[in-house]
């Protein structure tokens, strides 16, 4: 049995983690060696602390055969398994706190040669967020950056898609098994980042559930693969502020979005621009970071308004990239309700505007 085998054996099982894997490749000088330690040795050395440890280690033993045939399946299945010991492990991963010892990966690992950013914010996010996150990982991917996040709903999928629609190369961070797409809905750009895009990462092993834990845990990672973070809408509290916490202490920059002082979704990031992190006005304010590229003004929501008629001008004027009741839009627009309806939805057929809920309307950016 080879080292790398014998990581997997003794990381197959969360009871032994980062830190008792650790510890007993340190004692008994390898991580083949401490297969063969009793659990008695490691009771008495304190590694293995509490009941449920020594079960799992007990358990790997008596199942070291069968989790040997997982593996053999898990590559079959394109599912690549990469360890510290292995070269082409990543390096951002290597020195941050707890790190992790293997990584599943299906596609692609981020290259370490290119700037990467990580790009997070809340889940039930704006539509103006959602633009933005999608707007940013197009214009930094088009830019040759790397964009690295979650697969959640909000601004973690609103910034793969971005990334993966610029035909750049996104990474996902998984709280699952890299064979378990969650949540479901996300499957159409699980599917490309898998196919070419990118890839989807995983220190959980294949088939493992989404518990809250491997999200909170996972957050580590995603931090660890930028070279800088950016938050794009988040409240004061949320699980956005766990990624901060380790982007901060892996030494990293923060980036973060200025939100309205009345918005509960602009709370967090305005915390943190108070605390001092770098305002992000413009995907530039990054490409210059990284010495990429000119400073160049930010094209956000200009578009080319030549196409419109006179009353589709006067409807887009007067919308917003936050959402408008169309009775507002009426009001403000000084036309029927059923002509501005009408109107909005050709503008939506140009792709100007977008529909936002009941009887609500935004620009598009």
């Given at each position: ?12 099982s969360?009871?032994?983690?980062t830190?008792?894997?650790s ?8 991580y ?19 009941s ?8 790997i033993?008596?199942n070291r ?8 399946r ?12 292995d ?11 707890d790190?992790?010892l293997?990584?599943?990966v ?14 997070v914010?809340?889940r ?8 933005v ?13 790397q ?11 609103a ?5 993966v629609?610029?035909g ?21 750009l699980?599917r490309?980042?898998?196919n ?8 959980f ?9 491997h ?18 809408e ?9 990624t901060?916490?380790y982007?901060?202490d892996?030494?990293k920059?923060i980036?973060?979005l ?32 990284f010495?990429i590229?000119?400073?160049g003004q930010?094209?956000?929501?200009l ?31 000084g036309?029927?309700l ?6 909005l ?13 009941s ?7």
């Amino acid at each position: 049995m080879d080292e790398r085998t014998a990581l997997y054996l003794l990381y197959s099982s969360e009871e032994l983690w980062t830190n008792t894997v650790s510890a007993m490749r340190t004692y008994a000088g390898s991580y083949e060696n401490a297969l063969f330690v009793p659990p008695a040795t490691w009771r008495r050395e304190g590694i293995l602390r509490n009941s449920k440890k020594e079960s799992a280690f007990t358990s790997i033993i008596q199942n070291r055969q069968p989790l040997i045939d997982k593996l053999k399946r898990y590559e079959a299945m394109g599912i690549k398994m990469v360890t510290h010991l292995d070269e082409c492990f990543p390096e951002r991963l290597r020195n941050i706190p707890d790190p992790p010892l293997l990584l599943w990966v299906l596609g692609d690992l981020p290259r370490d040669d290119i700037p990467s950013v990580s790009i997070v914010g809340a889940r039930e996010c704006s539509e103006y967020g959602t633009g933005v996150a999608e707007y940013f990982a197009k214009e930094l991917a088009e830019a040759g950056v790397q964009v690295v996040s979650g697969l959640a709903y909000g601004i973690d999928s609103a910034a793969g898609r971005g990334a993966v629609n610029a035909g750049g190369r996104s990474f996902a961070i998984l709280g699952t098994g890299v064979n378990n797409c969650y949540p479901k809905e996300m499957y159409p750009l699980y599917r490309n980042l898998i196919n070419g895009h990118g890839g989807v990462i995983s220190e959980f092993m294949p088939g493992a559930p989404p518990l809250r834990q491997h999200f909170v845990m996972r957050n580590r990672i995603i931090a660890g693969f930028g070279d800088v973070l950016l938050v794009i809408e988040a409240k004061e509290k949320s699980g956005t502020s766990i990624t901060v916490g380790y982007a901060l202490d892996q030494g990293k920059d923060i980036f973060a979005l200025p939100g309205r002082i009345t918005d509960p979704l602009g709370y967090g990031c305005n915390r943190l621009l108070k605390d001092g992190a770098i305002p992000l006005t413009s995907p530039s304010d990054v490409l210059e970071y990284f010495g990429i590229g000119e400073s160049g003004q930010m094209t956000l929501g200009l578009k080319d308004l030549s196409s419109l008629s006179p009353k589709e001008k006067i409807v887009w004027d007067n919308l917003s990239v936050d959402p408008r009741h169309i009775e507002d839009v009426a009001l403000r627009s000084g036309m029927p309700l059923q002509e501005v309806l009408a109107l909005l939805y050709r503008l939506e057929h140009k792709a100007f505007v977008t529909a936002t809920g009941s009887a609500y309307w935004a620009r598009r950016m």
